[in-house]
Nanobody, 116 residues
Framework: QVRLVESGGGLVQAGGSLRLSCAAS????????MGWFRQPPGKQRELVAR???????TYADSVKGRFTISADNAKNTVYLQMRSLRPEDTAVYYC??????????WGQGTQVTVSS
């Protein structure tokens, strides 16, 4: 089993920055990708960014150039640095652990609110 715990959400003005953290514990060697998803109010959950165990990254078009995903393997922690935040970035952000063989792991979510 793996436990994912997010932190770092909050309220920020448009143009501001936030850094989200996701601390993983348990059998993390089973995870192939770590990522961040978000679910805006009244909308479906969507992929924001993902990082593989080898360090390759993928971003949603809407966040390219503004968000950066990184991992500290020694700390089993994944970060999402968010800059130039926009009101449309407002959402609950979820940490995700994807496995090739088995269901995904999810954190409990952290709220990010960007005011205009």
């Amino acid at each position: 089993q793996v436990r994912l715990v997010e932190s770092g959400g909050g309220l920020v003005q448009a143009g501001g920055s936030l850094r989200l953290s996701c601390a993983a514990s348990g059998n993390t060697v089973s995870i192939n990708y770590m990522g961040w998803f978000r679910q805006p109010p009244g909308k479906q959950r969507e992929l924001v960014a993902r990082i593989s165990s080898s360090g390759s990254t993928t971003y949603a078009d809407s966040v390219k150039g503004r968000f950066t995903i990184s991992a500290d393997n020694a700390k089993n922690t994944v970060y999402l640095q968010m800059r130039s935040l926009r009101p449309e970035d407002t959402a609950v952000y979820y940490c995700n652990g994807l496995r090739y063989h088995g269901p995904d792991y999810w954190g409990q979510g952290t709220q990010v609110t960007v005011s205009s």
